[in-house]
Structure formats: structure tokens, C-alpha cells
């Protein structure tokens, strides 16, 4: 029975108090059993630019349709974010909505700022009502413990974790900008559904709007091309801060795009027991659209996952799964390259040599490359392979 | 690490010969390496009326777009079908298609009837050409022991296994009709991607367009409603025939129904270390169409088959994926049952004994319903839980 261990990570430079006027803080306030941080706090100076994208779900969270609410009335001006791990305050209820914004007045009562300018995250275990006493002593304690150094960073980012194996962070500096993000969740296919959080800011000055309409974009290359299952958990945010303080040419949007994709990277790569992320590219469909459904349909096949984590270069999975996708329009264009080898063309596979093929699967990052001939759509899409250990973790009674 | 020994059922007491005017065998013909038997021949005396569905995958197999023009072109008449195992003849190309239409010819030339009454079924591994040396030997060894005893039919069922753990079968007898029928096939989640085939035959007296109208009514409640992975293979096929020597009244669709049902429901109860068949089903949604969207959801979520396995009444993620389904209108209206139980009502979880529930779930049949307030749409999916035992066989480098 493999069982990889837990890959590790260098940390990155820099973190999200690098990015000027940002400060942040992670303190123990005893929400979670462990005892590990789990309120964190990001404060900027004065409100600066803010847009976010949220879960899509149906059950969304409480504080999901808070903040959302919040960023819509203060025109995305943010002055704090609040975040508690442990409880992600969903399918709670009535309590659980007075419980969110609680959390915000706390933060914007001590800050002397609007309400609506507080932004509130949760994750953790849903169905449970938020243990108030300890979050407000949690609030109190992070805000009096608020630090610009790296340090400080990094107990923001240990306080937004639950089931990680690893800490996720990712910085770029280009164009006289530094982005930098952190965020949280293991393929989004955790025990008890744990959230994707991700925070991404960067010095660059930009409005509100800039950011709102380049973040589904920069999503699409990055947190919503992690497939691992058709799961998206209650509490899924993903929030881009710009705290303007350098002159910002029109090359702004690529490093965050960078940022945010290596924090996708880094979600997929921790799906439970994963050996390595599979980049799935699918180019050639009549349209953007198409592509995705084509990738989207091999990336959350258990029967393709488990050949990638079995360094199985076996074509009839993949290509099957391309099959079944009614929208393809000419299926014997398909040509189909594993880790650059071609394994399937015209109908029939290619005489490959499946013990090399199998060899180039064992590494971090495996590429599969889907071409079809029916247009000019592309989609890309990141999966972790499912092994003995997410049968494990996930089949685990949880009381 | 659970290991279920596989199940056993009771063979039923009728199979396809049991059927007046059928025969069948089944023979070596040395296409499986294990030497098991491979080659399939079920003939009638005379044609009879026939309607089959076969595999929607865009890389259908020759045999099955051959079996189509066949059945189109007979007008559902059907004399012989022949089967063999061990290789699908998918992906081969022009000599694939050629292979194919010899073994109809072969069949048809020694019963004297026309090319188009006999159609051909081809289950196991992709992308190899057929040995057809070993075919022809196979089909005439086939037509020379054609029997109408019960051993014959099972001859033939055991020559269309591939890795089935268990022989599957079944029949009914009611209103002076008889069906048997039986089916090949583990949750359509092979290694390889191996087929399911079903035969089901009956002595009433029915036009073929009258099984052509009631097959997808049937397979909807049977075959199409199996989904252990969103994977249809390339040779997917479920044929029904009617001998026509029972006089017939209008209840002969029921016992169709029920023999379908028991087969695809023991193909469910075959997917790799299955422990179980839970039946997910959908109410009051605004369409079945969407009731089937959101069966579907719950059923192909690595997740929820995971807890499935563990026994883990983890509502979380039964209501996660529902609320994954935008075509849900009232997520508030979602009631969520397993065994029985209320786990989930009005957003919020109901307080139930989690080591109760959990017990419950311990069983051959696990029922999970979905009760939403949108409509009076209703689907029902039967899906295999995942286990340890599915990676490892998936997971295995297969050369």
C-alpha cells in the first residue's frame, strides 16, 4: 500500500504583510480541538481596493453571503478581513448569519471603520454553531497582536488552515509589483468538505472594478481549474486585495494570475494522498466552453485519476472519457500526448513504449495534452490522482 | 485495510435457454489469455423480434455501429447474436469494421439467413486487432454445440465474462410469461474500460417496435440508472428479444422491468471492492430531468462513495453536492434520509444518532433519499461505494 509522504514546500519570501499597508495576525482561540491558531486577521492602513469571487453553492455559508453583501455596499473598499478556522458557520441557520456579522462589527467597532468595509471568512466542520465566546476573545486578541513583518504573515496564514499538509503560499515581484497570496484547502475534497480560502494582494493601484473584472480570468487559470471532485464547498473565497501604493502600468494583471495559479498548484498537490498534480489541456474544441466540459469530464473520472497515480499510461481511459462528452464533434481528430508522448491518433492508439511512458508519469507535475480538431476552443484544468490514502482519509467514520 | 470477499448470489433457476426457441453455448476459443471461455452464440429458431440501446461514447465500437445497421436494416428481426470476450474490437480501425461484419457473415452463412438478422458483441481490452483465426474456430465450435438446456445458457453467459467476480442473472415469471435475462459487466469501471452487455429475453408476443419503445423506459430504471463513474464504455449494449410464443397482455413490460432492474443492480454490486448498492433517490424536483441531475451529482462524487464505504452518514456531503446543482430552485426545501433516517431538513442538520445511522448503513441495500419542494420530478441512480479495493485495482500499471 503506497503511502507518499506529505510533500514539502519552501516557504515563499514573501507573504501578504510584504505588501505595504497590510497587517496581519493568527492567534489561538481555541476553536479547534488541536489547539492550533484559529483566528486570523488582515487589516490594511485605510480601505483599499478589494473583489472577491465566492462558492456557487446553494448551501453557501453565512459569512459568504455576508461579505459578498459587505463588498456590494462599500463598493469594494476594504479596511479587514476576519477569518476563524475550526467552524465554517454553514448550514447554521438564523444564529449563524448573527454570529458572521457580529464577527465584522467586532473588527470594525475597534478599527472606527464602516461595517461594510470588514470582510468575514469561516472553515472548518459545517452544521455547527460558532463557539462565540471564544471567537470574540479571538478577535480581541488578534487585533492587539496585528504585525507588518513576515512573521506575522505566517501566523495569519497557520491560523487560516484545517486538514493542509502543508502551508500555500506564492509571491511574485515584476513591473516594479509585488504580489503576494496565501490560501488553504487540499484539493477541495477534504473530510467534511473544508473550503478553499485564498487571499491574494498586491501594491499595485488599481480600482475596485479593475479587480472585479480581471478575477474570473485569473480564476479560471487558477482555483477554478482545480478539479479534483465536482465538490465546491460552502465557504469558497477567493479575494484579491490592491493597497495602491506603486504607480501601476497595464501589465498588473499577469503576476497576480502567477500568484494565483501556483496557489492553485499548490491546492491540487495536496489532495489526500495525490503523488502529483496532472495539468489536463485540452486545445482544438469548437469553444472555449467545449474544451472545459472535455477536460472537466477527465479530470473527475475515478477510473483516470487512479491510473495517474498508478503511472498507468493508459489511453483508453482518457480517450473514452473524451468519447462521452456529446459536444465533441469530431472525436477521430482526437490526438492525445502523455508527458509529451503521443499515446492515441485517428481512432486508434499509437504504437508508444508504455514502460517509458509509465516512467515520465512519475514526476511532480505530469502534462495531458487532449488535442481536437473541431475549432479554436482551449481549457486547462489541474487534478490530483486519487490513491489509497483519499480512500482512507475520506471513507473515515468522522465522530 | 478492507478486503470484502466478493459476493455470492444463487444462480436463478431460468436462463436465456429457458426461453422457448432460443439455444446458446459457449465455447474456448483461446482469445483470453486465462483460457476461460470467450466466444458466445445465442441463436433462435427463427427470427424474432429484437431492440437493443447501445453505448452513446463517440468512439463506439465496430460491432456496435455494425449491430445498429443490422437491427435498422432487419426491421428488429434478430436470428443470432454472436459475443466474444476478451478483446472489444474498439479503436482498430477499417479492419476492426471488417472483422466485425466476418463474424456476422460467419453466423449467417451456416443458418442460412440473412446477414442483417445476426448482430455482434465484442467486450474486453481496446486497441487490438481481433485474432480472428482463433474467432472463426471459436464461432464454429459455438454453432456446432447450440443447446436449449439450462447448462447451455450458462455455457454462454460464463463465455461473455470478463473480470465479473460472480455470474450475473436473473428471471420472472408472471402473467403466463417468462423473462430471463443476463448481463456481464462490474459498475462499468473495469481496468480497460470493459463493457457491459445485456441480453434479456422473453416468450411474448410483441413487435420489435414495441420493445424499441419501452427499452430506454426500462434501461432508465436499470442499466442507464447504474453510475458508478460518469465512464460508458465503447461496447456498451443491452438487447432485448421476444420469442412470440406466449400469447401476450398488456403487463409484459413489468416483468422485463424487473429482470433489468436485478441485473444492473447486480452490476453495481460489482464494482471493485464494493461492499454494497446504495439507491439515491430524488423527489420533487422542478423536472426529472433535473431530479436525474442531482441523483447523478451525488452519485459520481468520489466523496460521497467514499463515506458510502465508511459508513459515514456524512450529510455534508449529500448536500453539498445538491447544492452543486444549479438547476435546484428551493435549497432550503432539500430533506436528505439514509435508511430512513432524517439527517438533514430546512438548511440545517437534524440531530440524529450519528453510531445509529451509521449501523444502518451496514447493509447489501442502502437507501438515500433527496426530498427537494421544487416540483414533482423524481430519478433514481444505484451507485457502488469505493473502497480501497477499487484503487488497487485501478491503479495497477496494466501491461
Redesign the interface.
Same mark, same amino acid.
Given at each position: 500500500?503506497h503511502k507518499p509522504a506529505p510533500p514539502t514546500f519552501p516557504p515563499a519570501p514573501l507573504t501578504l504583510t510584504s505588501i505595504a499597508k497590510l497587517k496581519a495576525a493568527g492567534v489561538r482561540a481555541g476553536i479547534k480541538a488541536s489547539g492550533n491558531p484559529d483566528v486570523a486577521l488582515l487589516v490594511a492602513d485605510t480601505a483599499v481596493a478589494g473583489a472577491a469571487l465566492f462558492t456557487?453553492?446553494? =448551501?453557501?455559508a453565512a459569512p459568504v453571503a455576508l461579505s459578498k453583501a459587505h463588498l456590494l455596499r462599500s463598493g469594494g473598499q476594504v479596511r479587514a478581513v476576519v477569518i476563524n478556522s475550526g467552524n465554517a458557520n454553514a448550514?447554521?441557520?438564523l444564529q449563524g448569519e448573527k454570529d458572521a456579522l457580529e464577527m465584522c462589527e467586532r473588527v470594525a467597532k475597534a478599527l472606527a471603520c464602516p461595517v461594510e468595509q470588514v470582510l468575514v471568512c469561516s472553515t472548518g466542520v459545517?452544521?455547527q454553531k460558532l463557539p462565540m465566546d471564544k471567537v470574540r476573545t479571538g478577535i480581541d486578541a488578534a487585533l492587539a497582536e496585528l504585525g507588518s513583518d513576515v512573521e506575522a504573515g505566517r501566523r495569519f496564514l497557520s491560523a487560516i488552515m484545517t486538514t493542509d499538509a502543508y502551508a500555500k503560499e506564492a509571491c511574485v515581484q515584476a513591473d516594479g509589483l509585488t504580489v503576494a497570496g496565501v490560501c488553504k484547502g487540499a484539493g477541495m475534497?477534504e !473530510?467534511?468538505?473544508a473550503t478553499m480560502l485564498a487571499f491574494v494582494a498586491t501594491d499595485a493601484t488599481l480600482r475596485a472594478e479593475q479587480l472585479a473584472r480581471a478575477l474570473p480570468r485569473i480564476a479560471q487559470q487558477s482555483f477554478n481549474a482545480v478539479h479534483v471532485?465536482?465538490?465546491?464547498?460552502?465557504n469558497d473565497t477567493f479575494l484579491a486585495l490592491a493597497t495602491g501604493t506603486s504607480p501601476t502600468g497595464p501589465g498588473w494583471e499577469k503576476p497576480l494570475a502567477q500568484v494565483s495559479h501556483r496557489l492553485a498548484w499548490l491546492i491540487a498537490r495536496d489532495g489526500e494522498g495525490a503523488t502529483k498534480v496532472t495539468t489536463i489541456s485540452v486545445r482544438g474544441a469548437a469553444t472555449d466552453a467545449d474544451a472545459r466540459l472535455v477536460a472537466r469530464?477527465v479530470a473527475?473520472?475515478?477510473?483516470v485519476r487512479?491510473?495517474l =497515480?498508478?503511472?498507468?499510461p493508459?489511453?483508453?481511459?482518457f480517450?473514452?472519457?473524451?468519447?462521452?462528452? !456529446?459536444q465533441?464533434r469530431n !472525436?477521430r481528430g482526437l490526438r492525445c500526448l502523455l508527458q509529451g508522448i503521443e499515446v =492515441?491518433k485517428a481512432? *486508434? !492508439?499509437t504504437a508508444f513504449d508504455?514502460?517509458q511512458a509509465?516512467q515520465a508519469m512519475r514526476a511532480e507535475d505530469v502534462a495531458l495534452e487532449l488535442e481536437l480538431s473541431d475549432g479554436q476552443g482551449k481549457a486547462m484544468v489541474m487534478t490530483s490522482d486519487?490513491?489509497?490514502r483519499?480512500? *482512507?482519509v475520506?471513507? *473515515?467514520?468522522?465522530?
Open positions: 500500500m456557487q453553492n446553494h =448551501f453557501a448550514c447554521t441557520g459545517i452544521g475534497i !473530510p467534511n468538505m471532485d465536482t465538490h465546491t464547498s460552502t469530464a473527475s473520472s475515478a477510473l487512479t491510473a =497515480f498508478g503511472n498507468d493508459n489511453w483508453g481511459r480517450v473514452s472519457q473524451v468519447g462521452n462528452v !456529446p465533441v !472525436p =492515441f481512432g *486508434e !492508439p508504455r514502460a509509465s486519487l490513491g489509497y483519499y480512500v *482512507e475520506n471513507a *473515515e467514520y468522522t465522530t
